[in-house]
Nanobody, 127 residues
Framework: QLQLVESGGGLVQPGGSLRLSCAAS????????IGWFRQAPGKEREGVSW????????DYADSVKGRFTISRDNAKNTVYLQMNSLKPEDTAVYYC????????????????????WGQGTQVTVSS
């Protein structure tokens, strides 16, 4: 059974850091591009970051460039999102997802390009 499980969320003060993890089970991540998304209350789910299967290519939403870093450890079947300089507007449920293999590694932050999703982890940035 294919699963993605996010962890690492929590409550952090503005300016703080968190590292989210996305662990895969039931399949090997090595050939798959993975994306991170977030959804704040009352808002649509938005793309945050994308990483290619090899980890050699990445992409970020403008709102997180320079603050967030996506990475992966294929030996651990895990993708990470390091979030620094967090702001209250980063508060959301964060999801990881697998990009459709039909895209053949094309970078995308559109939700419709992803076929498997985790259950999400809450990130709250507040003083």
């Amino acid at each position: 059974q294919l699963q993605l499980v996010e962890s690492g969320g929590g409550l952090v003060q503005p300016g703080g850091s968190l590292r989210l993890s996305c662990a895969a089970s039931g399949f090997t991540l090595y050939y798959d591009s993975i994306g991170w998304f977030r959804q704040a209350p009352g808002k649509e789910r938005e793309g945050v970051s994308w990483i290619s299967g090899s980890g050699g290519s990445t992409d970020y939403a403008d709102s997180v460039k320079g603050r967030f870093t996506i990475s992966r450890d294929n030996a651990k079947n895990t993708v990470y999102l390091q979030m620094n300089s967090l702001k209250p507007e980063d508060t959301a449920v964060y999801y990881c997802a697998r990009a459709s293999r039909s895209l053949a590694g094309i970078a995308t932050l559109h939700t419709y390009d992803y076929d498997y999703w985790g259950q999400g982890t809450q990130v709250t940035v507040s003083s």
